[in-house]
């Protein structure tokens, strides 16, 4: 009898078989970022035996690069983080570029919402309920972009032009009058989606993570998980050190 020699996608699944976990790293500190994307990855259906988990920096033994948000856009800023990340760890990284627009400010603070006032959270709020203030247009609106890079920027997605995978989502609402709820992060004590009665800061992960900026911008990711865990099949022992990448955990 003659043995049939397997096809590439046979010889893909076999080798993803036998690598069951294969980690994707955050390119973020931010831990409440870091809650919401483990959510989302915990519910990502398994490619055959092998699952996508998400690894953070702190799982990490290698120094991760500090990176200036210098982009003019979400898109760039999110590819300037993921690439670095990429790169120095040695395995597909993951970020997240994300701000909140106000209509009334013509669309400020957008890219620049983490950076908009200095101090913490609570002091951004208030300096945007302080603009706000005596405007009764409240339309406002968060916009998340998430990028996948490659260690080696190798183009898996058949665009020419393109070596990374980027998807935008975006959530509509209003800004309340003052900060309502102690959940979250950010400015989500002032922004109620629409469609609900209360503020992000007061509807917790149950409801945000069906409905966020980034929870839509992940339904696109999800559609390409299959062709990242390819991609890291067949580069695992090009440029991987067992499926960790250069860093260990
Ligand atoms: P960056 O993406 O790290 O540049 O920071 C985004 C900034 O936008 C955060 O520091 C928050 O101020 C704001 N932001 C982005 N996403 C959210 C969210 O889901 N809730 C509240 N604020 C957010």
Redesign the pocket.
Known sequence: MTKTKPTCLTRLRKRLAKMREIKILLA?G?R??AR?FSGFFSELPPFGDAKLALLSPGDLSCELPEVE?TGAS?EE??LLKAAAFARAAGMPAIA?????EVRALGGE?G?R????AEGS?PD?VNWLLDRMRGIRDRVAC?T?CLVIAFPNGKNIFGAAERDYFSAEGR?FGTLAETPRGTR?????PV?TPDGYGAT?GELGDEI?SRI???AIAFKGVAQIVPSVLKYIAVHHNENCNGDLGRCTN
Do not use: T
Not at 113 to 116: D, T
């Open positions: 973020s931010n409440h970022k919401e948000e979400y800023n999110a997240d570029d994300s701000g909140i603070p890219v919402s983490a950076r908009a959270d951004r968060f998340a959530c979250g992060f950010g400015y989500d922004f992000f945000k966020s900026h980034r």
